[in-house]
Protein backbone atom coordinates (compact mmCIF):
# COMPACT_ATOMS: atom_id res chain seq x y z
CA UNK A 1 0.00 0.00 0.00
CA UNK A 2 1.85 3.33 -0.79
CA UNK A 3 2.84 5.99 0.98
CA UNK A 4 0.43 8.99 1.78
CA UNK A 5 2.22 11.88 1.49
CA UNK A 6 0.94 14.76 3.54
CA UNK A 7 0.69 17.90 1.03
CA UNK A 8 -0.75 20.12 4.11
CA UNK A 9 2.01 19.37 6.32
CA UNK A 10 4.78 19.58 4.40
CA UNK A 11 2.68 23.32 3.21
CA UNK A 12 2.20 24.35 7.25
CA UNK A 13 6.37 23.94 7.33
CA UNK A 14 6.85 25.83 4.32
CA UNK A 15 4.57 29.10 5.42
CA UNK A 16 6.30 28.95 9.08
CA UNK A 17 9.91 29.05 7.02
CA UNK A 18 8.39 32.36 5.39
CA UNK A 19 6.62 33.79 8.13
CA UNK A 20 10.06 33.45 10.01
CA UNK A 21 11.94 35.02 7.11
CA UNK A 22 9.35 37.83 6.19
CA UNK A 23 9.78 38.81 9.95
CA UNK A 24 13.08 39.90 9.20
CA UNK A 25 12.37 42.41 6.22
CA UNK A 26 12.41 46.07 6.79
CA UNK A 27 8.65 45.78 5.90
CA UNK A 28 5.77 43.28 5.07
CA UNK A 29 5.77 41.78 1.90
CA UNK A 30 2.83 42.83 0.02
CA UNK A 31 0.38 40.72 -2.22
CA UNK A 32 -2.20 42.45 -4.31
CA UNK A 33 -4.74 39.61 -5.07
CA UNK A 34 -7.17 40.92 -8.02
CA UNK A 35 -10.68 39.03 -8.47
CA UNK A 36 -13.08 39.83 -11.06
CA UNK A 37 -16.48 38.59 -11.52
CA UNK A 38 -18.19 36.28 -8.73
CA UNK A 39 -17.06 33.29 -9.99
CA UNK A 40 -17.94 30.99 -6.36
CA UNK A 41 -14.35 28.68 -6.73
CA UNK A 42 -12.15 31.85 -7.28
CA UNK A 43 -13.92 33.57 -4.06
CA UNK A 44 -12.63 30.79 -2.43
CA UNK A 45 -9.22 30.35 -3.73
CA UNK A 46 -8.46 33.96 -3.14
CA UNK A 47 -10.16 33.88 0.64
CA UNK A 48 -7.64 30.59 1.21
CA UNK A 49 -4.39 32.70 -0.74
CA UNK A 50 -5.44 36.06 1.86
CA UNK A 51 -5.67 33.47 4.63
CA UNK A 52 -2.11 32.36 3.85
CA UNK A 53 -0.30 36.10 3.61
CA UNK A 54 -1.91 36.58 7.14
CA UNK A 55 -0.41 33.49 8.63
CA UNK A 56 3.09 34.30 6.81
CA UNK A 57 2.99 38.04 7.99
CA UNK A 58 2.42 39.26 4.31
CA UNK A 59 0.13 42.15 3.71
CA UNK A 60 -2.75 41.43 1.49
CA UNK A 61 -4.28 44.02 -0.63
CA UNK A 62 -7.66 42.80 -2.38
CA UNK A 63 -9.37 44.05 -5.48
CA UNK A 64 -12.67 42.66 -6.29
CA UNK A 65 -13.91 43.79 -9.32
CA UNK A 66 -17.11 43.44 -10.94
CA UNK A 67 -17.74 40.87 -13.96
CA UNK A 68 -18.13 43.67 -16.83
CA UNK A 69 -15.17 45.22 -15.36
CA UNK A 70 -13.56 46.06 -18.91
CA UNK A 71 -9.69 45.54 -20.37
CA UNK A 72 -8.64 49.25 -20.31
CA UNK A 73 -9.73 49.52 -16.58
CA UNK A 74 -8.24 45.99 -14.93
CA UNK A 75 -5.09 47.47 -16.93
CA UNK A 76 -4.75 50.29 -16.00
CA UNK A 77 -5.30 48.59 -12.13
CA UNK A 78 -2.10 46.73 -12.89
CA UNK A 79 0.00 49.53 -14.29
CA UNK A 80 -0.79 51.37 -10.44
CA UNK A 81 0.08 48.00 -8.77
CA UNK A 82 2.97 47.72 -10.69
CA UNK A 83 4.37 51.37 -9.73
CA UNK A 84 2.84 50.74 -6.14
CA UNK A 85 5.88 49.96 -3.61
CA UNK A 86 3.56 48.23 -1.36
CA UNK A 87 2.72 45.55 -3.83
CA UNK A 88 5.59 42.92 -4.20
CA UNK A 89 3.60 40.33 -6.24
CA UNK A 90 0.29 40.82 -8.01
CA UNK A 91 -1.91 37.70 -8.63
CA UNK A 92 -4.73 37.91 -11.14
CA UNK A 93 -7.19 35.32 -10.16
CA UNK A 94 -7.84 33.11 -13.10
CA UNK A 95 -10.08 32.09 -15.31
CA UNK A 96 -11.12 35.56 -16.29
CA UNK A 97 -14.78 36.87 -17.81
CA UNK A 98 -14.82 35.63 -21.18
CA UNK A 99 -14.41 39.38 -22.47
CA UNK A 100 -11.05 40.08 -21.09
CA UNK A 101 -7.96 38.29 -21.90
CA UNK A 102 -6.20 36.69 -20.06
CA UNK A 103 -2.30 36.57 -22.13
CA UNK A 104 -2.78 40.58 -22.60
CA UNK A 105 -3.34 40.76 -18.81
CA UNK A 106 -0.44 38.06 -17.68
CA UNK A 107 1.81 39.89 -20.16
CA UNK A 108 0.67 43.70 -18.38
CA UNK A 109 2.03 42.36 -14.73
CA UNK A 110 5.58 43.19 -13.97
CA UNK A 111 7.70 40.63 -14.59
CA UNK A 112 9.29 40.95 -10.86
CA UNK A 113 6.19 41.02 -9.82
CA UNK A 114 4.79 38.13 -11.57
CA UNK A 115 4.68 35.35 -8.13
CA UNK A 116 2.42 33.04 -10.19
CA UNK A 117 5.23 32.72 -12.60
CA UNK A 118 2.56 33.11 -15.73
CA UNK A 119 4.60 35.66 -17.41
CA UNK A 120 6.43 34.82 -20.35
CA UNK A 121 9.91 36.62 -19.44
CA UNK A 122 9.75 34.48 -15.99
CA UNK A 123 8.58 30.97 -18.00
CA UNK A 124 11.59 31.96 -20.42
CA UNK A 125 13.68 32.01 -17.38
CA UNK A 126 12.18 28.89 -16.09
CA UNK A 127 12.76 26.66 -18.77
CA UNK A 128 16.30 27.81 -19.43
CA UNK A 129 17.33 27.35 -15.28
CA UNK A 130 17.64 30.74 -14.36
CA UNK A 131 14.26 31.36 -12.58
CA UNK A 132 13.46 34.07 -10.28
CA UNK A 133 10.22 32.26 -9.55
CA UNK A 134 9.08 29.56 -9.98
CA UNK A 135 5.63 28.31 -10.79
CA UNK A 136 3.69 27.36 -7.45
CA UNK A 137 2.10 24.16 -8.54
CA UNK A 138 4.78 22.31 -10.31
CA UNK A 139 7.40 23.72 -7.56
CA UNK A 140 4.90 22.11 -4.82
CA UNK A 141 5.53 18.68 -6.29
CA UNK A 142 8.91 19.02 -6.92
CA UNK A 143 9.58 19.87 -2.99
CA UNK A 144 7.12 17.19 -1.95
CA UNK A 145 9.51 14.18 -3.82
CA UNK A 146 12.44 15.69 -2.40
CA UNK A 147 10.70 15.82 1.32
CA UNK A 148 10.20 12.12 0.58
CA UNK A 149 13.51 11.32 -0.87
CA UNK A 150 12.41 10.39 -3.96
CA UNK A 151 14.83 10.33 -6.58
CA UNK A 152 14.17 11.92 -9.70
CA UNK A 153 17.27 11.97 -11.52
CA UNK A 154 17.33 9.48 -14.19
CA UNK A 155 13.31 8.30 -13.43
CA UNK A 156 10.81 8.25 -16.25
CA UNK A 157 8.73 10.58 -15.88
CA UNK A 158 4.91 10.81 -17.09
CA UNK A 159 2.64 14.18 -17.51
CA UNK A 160 -0.49 13.89 -18.13
CA UNK A 161 -1.75 17.17 -19.10
CA UNK A 162 0.26 20.08 -21.38
CA UNK A 163 -1.13 23.44 -20.07
CA UNK A 164 0.66 26.50 -19.36
CA UNK A 165 0.08 26.48 -15.70
CA UNK A 166 1.22 22.80 -14.63
CA UNK A 167 1.58 20.41 -17.47
CA UNK A 168 4.09 22.42 -19.66
CA UNK A 169 6.20 23.83 -16.53
CA UNK A 170 6.13 20.26 -14.60
CA UNK A 171 7.67 18.68 -17.39
CA UNK A 172 10.57 21.54 -17.79
CA UNK A 173 11.26 21.16 -13.66
CA UNK A 174 11.37 17.16 -13.95
CA UNK A 175 13.69 17.73 -17.27
CA UNK A 176 16.22 20.26 -15.13
CA UNK A 177 15.88 17.64 -12.06
CA UNK A 178 17.46 15.01 -14.82
CA UNK A 179 14.14 13.03 -15.00
CA UNK A 180 13.49 11.36 -18.44
CA UNK A 181 10.04 13.06 -19.43
CA UNK A 182 7.06 12.34 -21.67
CA UNK A 183 4.24 14.84 -21.59
CA UNK A 184 0.52 13.19 -22.58
CA UNK A 185 -2.24 15.04 -23.72
CA UNK A 186 -5.89 14.62 -24.93
CA UNK A 187 -4.19 13.49 -28.60
CA UNK A 188 -1.60 10.73 -27.42
CA UNK A 189 -2.20 7.40 -28.96
CA UNK A 190 -2.11 4.58 -26.35
CA UNK A 191 -2.54 6.69 -23.08
CA UNK A 192 -1.95 3.48 -21.20
CA UNK A 193 1.57 2.31 -22.86
CA UNK A 194 2.94 5.72 -21.72
CA UNK A 195 1.72 5.38 -18.15
CA UNK A 196 2.42 2.27 -17.23
CA UNK A 197 6.36 3.19 -18.06
CA UNK A 198 6.26 6.06 -15.67
CA UNK A 199 8.20 5.84 -12.49
CA UNK A 200 6.58 9.10 -11.34
CA UNK A 201 3.02 9.57 -13.03
CA UNK A 202 2.55 13.60 -12.47
CA UNK A 203 -1.89 13.28 -13.34
CA UNK A 204 -3.01 17.46 -14.02
CA UNK A 205 -5.79 16.55 -16.45
CA UNK A 206 -8.79 17.18 -14.61
CA UNK A 207 -11.22 14.22 -15.08
CA UNK A 208 -12.25 12.01 -12.32
CA UNK A 209 -11.23 8.45 -12.35
CA UNK A 210 -9.14 8.99 -15.45
CA UNK A 211 -6.11 7.03 -13.46
CA UNK A 212 -6.98 3.75 -12.74
CA UNK A 213 -4.68 1.40 -11.45
CA UNK A 214 -4.35 -0.87 -14.40
CA UNK A 215 -2.92 2.52 -15.93
CA UNK A 216 -0.04 2.49 -13.32
CA UNK A 217 3.22 0.55 -13.06
CA UNK A 218 3.44 -1.44 -9.51
CA UNK A 219 5.65 0.68 -7.20
CA UNK A 220 5.17 3.99 -9.36
CA UNK A 221 5.08 7.39 -6.96
CA UNK A 222 1.73 8.86 -8.10
CA UNK A 223 0.98 12.59 -7.87
CA UNK A 224 -2.41 13.94 -8.38
CA UNK A 225 -2.36 17.73 -9.27
CA UNK A 226 -6.31 17.67 -10.38
CA UNK A 227 -9.05 19.11 -8.32
CA UNK A 228 -12.24 18.04 -9.43
CA UNK A 229 -15.73 17.23 -7.74
CA UNK A 230 -17.31 13.73 -7.41
CA UNK A 231 -20.80 13.11 -8.60
CA UNK A 232 -21.55 13.70 -4.70
CA UNK A 233 -19.77 17.66 -5.29
CA UNK A 234 -16.60 15.84 -3.24
CA UNK A 235 -13.46 17.53 -4.27
CA UNK A 236 -11.16 14.51 -5.74
CA UNK A 237 -8.22 14.33 -7.93
CA UNK A 238 -8.09 12.08 -11.63
CA UNK A 239 -6.69 9.08 -9.71
CA UNK A 240 -9.56 6.26 -8.84
CA UNK A 241 -7.68 6.32 -5.37
CA UNK A 242 -9.25 2.43 -4.75
CA UNK A 243 -7.38 0.95 -7.32
CA UNK A 244 -4.14 3.04 -7.91
CA UNK A 245 -3.20 3.43 -3.88
CA UNK A 246 -2.00 -0.36 -3.71
CA UNK A 247 -0.11 -0.21 -6.94
CA UNK A 248 1.55 2.98 -5.82
CA UNK A 249 4.89 3.36 -3.72
CA UNK A 250 3.64 7.04 -2.87
CA UNK A 251 0.24 8.94 -3.63
CA UNK A 252 -0.80 12.08 -2.85
CA UNK A 253 -4.44 12.80 -1.69
CA UNK A 254 -7.10 14.98 -2.77
CA UNK A 255 -7.63 17.08 -0.84
CA UNK A 256 -4.27 17.38 1.36
CA UNK A 257 -1.67 16.91 -1.12
CA UNK A 258 -0.65 18.91 -3.88
CA UNK A 259 -3.33 21.99 -3.40
CA UNK A 260 -1.79 23.01 -0.31
CA UNK A 261 1.57 23.25 -1.68
CA UNK A 262 0.47 25.05 -4.33
CA UNK A 263 -0.52 27.78 -2.11
CA UNK A 264 2.38 27.54 0.50
CA UNK A 265 5.13 28.09 -2.92
CA UNK A 266 2.99 31.24 -3.66
CA UNK A 267 4.50 32.96 -0.39
CA UNK A 268 7.15 31.70 -0.93
CA UNK A 269 7.49 33.45 -4.49
CA UNK A 270 6.10 36.87 -2.50
CA UNK A 271 9.00 36.22 -0.19
CA UNK A 272 11.41 36.15 -3.44
CA UNK A 273 9.71 39.44 -4.57
CA UNK A 274 10.24 41.12 -1.67
CA UNK A 275 13.95 40.55 -1.15
CA UNK A 276 14.03 41.22 -4.90
CA UNK A 277 12.59 44.67 -4.23
CA UNK A 278 13.58 45.28 -0.61
CA UNK A 279 17.40 44.37 -1.44
P1 LIG B 1 -6.34 22.32 -18.50
O1 LIG B 1 -5.75 23.61 -18.94
O2 LIG B 1 -7.77 22.01 -18.76
O3 LIG B 1 -5.44 21.15 -19.13
C1 LIG B 1 -5.82 19.81 -19.06
C2 LIG B 1 -4.86 18.98 -19.86
O4 LIG B 1 -5.28 17.63 -19.84
C3 LIG B 1 -4.77 19.39 -21.35
O5 LIG B 1 -3.42 19.44 -21.75
C4 LIG B 1 -5.52 18.27 -22.07
O6 LIG B 1 -5.01 17.95 -23.36
C5 LIG B 1 -5.24 17.09 -21.16
N1 LIG B 1 -6.24 16.03 -21.32
C6 LIG B 1 -7.57 16.15 -21.44
N2 LIG B 1 -8.15 14.94 -21.57
C7 LIG B 1 -7.14 14.05 -21.55
C8 LIG B 1 -7.09 12.64 -21.65
N3 LIG B 1 -8.20 11.91 -21.80
N4 LIG B 1 -5.90 12.03 -21.58
C9 LIG B 1 -4.76 12.75 -21.43
N5 LIG B 1 -4.74 14.10 -21.30
C10 LIG B 1 -5.92 14.75 -21.38
O7 LIG B 1 -6.16 22.13 -16.94
P2 LIG B 1 -5.04 22.69 -15.90
O8 LIG B 1 -5.28 24.12 -15.62
O9 LIG B 1 -3.68 22.22 -16.30
O10 LIG B 1 -5.50 21.87 -14.60
C11 LIG B 1 -5.54 20.46 -14.61
C12 LIG B 1 -6.13 19.99 -13.30
O11 LIG B 1 -5.29 20.41 -12.23
C13 LIG B 1 -7.52 20.56 -12.99
O12 LIG B 1 -8.25 19.59 -12.27
C14 LIG B 1 -7.21 21.73 -12.08
O13 LIG B 1 -8.30 22.04 -11.22
C15 LIG B 1 -6.04 21.19 -11.32
N6 LIG B 1 -5.14 22.20 -10.74
C16 LIG B 1 -4.78 22.00 -9.46
C17 LIG B 1 -3.90 22.86 -8.86
C18 LIG B 1 -3.49 22.60 -7.45
O14 LIG B 1 -3.01 23.49 -6.78
N7 LIG B 1 -3.68 21.37 -6.96
C19 LIG B 1 -3.39 23.96 -9.57
C20 LIG B 1 -3.77 24.12 -10.91
C21 LIG B 1 -4.64 23.23 -11.49
P3 LIG B 1 -5.07 19.02 -24.59
O15 LIG B 1 -3.96 19.97 -24.35
O16 LIG B 1 -4.85 18.15 -25.78
O17 LIG B 1 -6.43 19.65 -24.55
Same mark, same amino acid.
Not at 5 to 12: R, V
Not at 35 to 48: H, I, K, R, T
Not at 117 to 142: D, E, K, L, S
Not at 158 to 167: A, D, K, P, Q
Given at each position: MAVRIDGKALAAKVKSQVAEEAGKLSRKPGLAVVLVGEDPASQVYVAGKERDCAECGIESFGYRLPAETSQEELLGLIRRLNE &?? $? #?DGILVQL??????SEETVINAIAPDKDVDCFHPFNVGRMVIG???? #??CTPAGVIEMLDEYDI?? $?GKRCVVLGRSNIVGKPMAALLTQRDGTVTICHS $??? &?LARCTREADILVSA #?? $??????? &?LVKEGAVVIDVAMNRDENGRLCGDADFASVEPRASYITP????VGPMTRACLMRNILTAAGLHQA
Amino acid at each position: MAVRIDGKALAAKVKSQVAEEAGKLSRKPGLAVVLVGEDPASQVYVAGKERDCAECGIESFGYRLPAETSQEELLGLIRRLNE &DS $R #VDGILVQLPLPGHLSEETVINAIAPDKDVDCFHPFNVGRMVIGAPAF #VPCTPAGVIEMLDEYDIPI $RGKRCVVLGRSNIVGKPMAALLTQRDGTVTICHS $RTE &DLARCTREADILVSA #VG $RPGLLTG &DLVKEGAVVIDVAMNRDENGRLCGDADFASVEPRASYITPVPGGVGPMTRACLMRNILTAAGLHQA
